[in-house]
């Protein structure tokens, strides 16, 4: 595997950060609504990245990456990781607020990101950690670097010792279990009402115990 460097995301990062995020992610629900044109998707999920980068006293945005004579930058990105800080810690900041083009199914992300806040207050309590967004690259999948993220995360939630709370991709559900994770909960979206015509979407609900 090729040198791995993990670090704090910056601005120049996002173009990289946005495209890896919808590559990975290509069976989300958001990410299958007919969107009338690539760039709208991609400037909704610019945007929160953006608010990602913005909020530091909230989130912590990690990039994992290996040199690259591709790019610019002399760095290509093949991993993101962004952790919530515990609420409790936390100040007042301004939710995310998406502003959607002209054509965009607003109302089937609106329904899908309300229902799955919704859920999770069933198991996301003020004290914990959350992990926000994680993927790997595609092509990068299985070389280990989604572990390596996750290991350096750790650290200083370790030292903390409250809880995490994780909202689980199925593909995810495996590594968090390696890292202590447990299911505690399921939730299964479906958005074919509003004419997506995709299977259930699962997520689990997953809780890592504090070490105090």
Sequence with gaps: MATIKIRPALATDLPQTVSLDIAANPDHPIMTIPWKQFSHKYGVWL?????????PEKFQFLVATTPSSSQPSGEEIVGILVGTLPE????????????????????VIMYFLGVVEGDKKKYHAADMWELELFCVSVEHQRQGIGAKMMQEWLKPIDEDGRPLYIFASVKGKGLYEKFGCKVVGTLNTNLKDFGVEQLPHPNFHMVRDGKK
């Excluded at 945007?47 to 909020?55: A, G, I, K």
């Excluded at 995310?96 to 607003?106: A, D, M, R, V």
């Design 88 to 107: 409790n810690d936390v100040k007042a900041v301004e939710e995310w607020k998406p502003i959607f083009p002209e054509g965009t199914q607003e109302d």
């Design 47 to 55: 945007s929160r990245h953006l608010y990602f980068l913005n909020h």
